[in-house]
């Protein structure tokens, strides 16, 4: 545990003048209400900052309430700090920031994004799993113009001369994520115009999620430094390659893992098989959590390495789900869910994606065989005799499908799962008939 007295020394040492108190809403907007340090004392223990219990009804459109949230202009929940997220803001000088739980009272609130997916930890841990993961980001970076923003360059995969235009805000981006604890792994040029890839190192689920509201601040903050817009929405040229957050992800049970049977490094265990089989089982209805904008679904299209199927595939990157198999004798570590994009509150996917895994293995679902070649290409009888199934093509029928999940509603539990809908629907409603220029303009400004 940090300690407060830890907390108060790092305070003095980085002459921190506002400590913000992040919390991340239904609609994956990052928000925070910044304490002054001076005022800090009563929140360093116990008692957390209030905020009204309508922002969980809050569509990404504007500070209005969705109609059904189940929740009102009336109630106060409190955020409480997470000590051992606290870290001072490189790219914000004078401001900290620490990640929270929501309390309702003295009991975690229902409608809590980080606490579901603590909640989802334990029912893995129940079964004697841990989970670890990554977020994957892909972003786009963007100059601000009078005409709107145009794309930083248009080079294509890998190409270096976009490393060495944008050496200077990738370094600074890098050196900022690693001043708070996110180990960089590497980073390319992807194929859009203006795309980046910048992976870091996974860990522990729940640092994994808060990882990613880091990633996504830290990015879109330091661009902005050097004059440029990050944006992680997932499809900003319609005929281009889309911005993923591919979700990496593995178990362990004792301190082991359990991706691959024992001894045999490149063989899928049988729980893993059975985890993997739970997520396809669910895929429509998780993409109204892990591709959960109107946006989203541009994305995911057959021939833009997005996944468009129910299928898995080793090295195949139009598979949904990955098991990246190496071609040395390395072990296999982890499996991919590229159904996944930074539209996502991360701890709403990253809890969904462990509560239908976990429903897998419950249930010992069959994995079936890894589809070879673009699952497009295959003949349709031959596609519906193996299961392999299109993906929704809309947010609309994602949340049909999550409205038919009982598994996923169950873990989501009650109240979240309406407030979640809620904010989901009325999304759909505002944004379904916008065109992709508009829509692409409003959410710019949000992720
Ligand atoms: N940009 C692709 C996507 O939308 C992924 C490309 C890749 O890294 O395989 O997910
Ligand atoms: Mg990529």
Redesign the pocket.
């Known amino acids: 545990m940090t300690s407060v007295h830890t907390i108060r020394t790092l305070i003095q040492t980085h002459q921190v003048r506002f400590v913000r108190f992040i919390w991340c809403d239904n609609a994956n907007v990052i928000r925070a209400k910044a304490v002054r340090t001076t005022m800090l004392e009563p929140y360093l223990e116990g008692n957390g900052v209030g905020i009204a219990a309508a922002q969980q009804a809050l569509p990404v459109l504007y500070d209005a309430l969705a109609p059904g949230a189940g929740l009102t202009p009336d109630g106060e929940v409190h955020m409480r700090a997470d000590w051992t997220t606290f870290a001072a803001l490189p790219y914000a000088p004078g401001h900290a920031r620490v990640l929270t739980d929501i309390y309702d009272g003295d009991h975690p609130w229902h409608h809590c994004p980080r606490t579901f997916l603590r909640r989802m930890i334990a029912a893995a841990a129940a079964r004697d799993l841990s989970v670890y993961a990554a977020f994957e980001n ?1 972003f786009s970076l963007l100059r601000p113009s009078d005409t709107g923003p145009t794309p930083f360059d248009q080079t294509v995969f890998c190409q270096t001369s976009a490393l060495d235009r944008a050496a200077e805000v990738i370094n600074a981006i890098t050196e900022d994520l690693e001043a708070q604890g996110l180990v960089v792994e590497m980073t390319y040029a ?3 115009p203006g795309q980046f ?1 910048l992976p870091v190192r996974y860990a522990d689920a729940l640092r994994a999620a808060d990882q990613q509201i880091v990633f996504r601040e830290t990015v879109r903050a330091r661009a902005a430094h050097y004059g440029l817009i990050a944006s992680f929405v ?1 499809k900003i040229y319609p005929d281009k ?4 957050a ?1 979700l990496h992800f593995s178990l362990a049970r004792q301190g082991t893992s359990i991706v691959t049977e024992p001894g045999q490094p490149r063989t899928l265990s049988a729980e893993m098989r059975a985890f993997m089989a739970g997520i396809l089982a669910h895929l429509p209805a998780l993409m109204a959590l892990t591709t959960p904008s109107a946006n989203s679904f541009k ?1 995911i299209r057959p021939r ?4 468009a199927f129910t299928c898995w595939g080793t090295g195949n ?1 139009e598979a949904a789900l990955r098991a990246p198999m190496p071609d040395s004798a390395q072990p296999l570590t982890n499996v991919e869910l ?1 159904i996944s994009d930074a539209t996502a509150n991360p701890y709403l996917a990253l809890g969904a994606v462990i509560a239908a895994g976990l429903d897998g293995i419950d249930r010992q679902l069959p994995l079936g065989d890894p589809v070879r070649g673009d699952p497009a290409d295959l003949p349709e009888d031959e596609r519906l005799a193996r299961g392999i199934l299109p993906l929704p093509t809309s947010l609309g029928e994602a949340i049909a499908a999550l409205e038919r999940d009982d598994v996923l509603l169950e873990a989501l539990g009650s109240d979240l799962a309406r407030s979640y809908l809620a904010v989901r629907r009325a999304e759909w409603q505002a944004m379904k008939d916008m065109s992709h220029a508009e829509e692409v303009q409003l959410l710019l400004e949000r992720y």
Do not use: C, D, T, V
Request: net charge neutral.
């Open positions: 892909e992807e194929s859009g890839e997932p390659a889309g911005n993923g591919h994305r833009f390495w997005s996944g990157r590229k």
